[in-house]
């Protein structure tokens, strides 16, 4: 619980931080470079478990 409040609270930070250096373009490019990244993070996560589980098989 904790942390999806933090969580809703550093987006809110950053959507108005987004919103005042750039408007829709500022908000749209910041989404973007944030799903990006989790993507990059999944990514790598997944093929770290894959690797550990056929060294592990």
Do not use: K, P
């Amino acid at each position: 619980m904790t942390n999806n409040f933090i969580g809703g609270a550093l987006g809110s930070t950053l959507a108005g931080v987004l919103w005042q250096r750039g408007g829709w373009s500022a908000l749209t490019l910041g989404e973007a470079a944030l799903t990006v990244g989790a993507l990059l993070v999944w990514v790598t996560q997944r093929a770290h478990l894959r690797t550990s589980n056929l060294s592990a098989g």
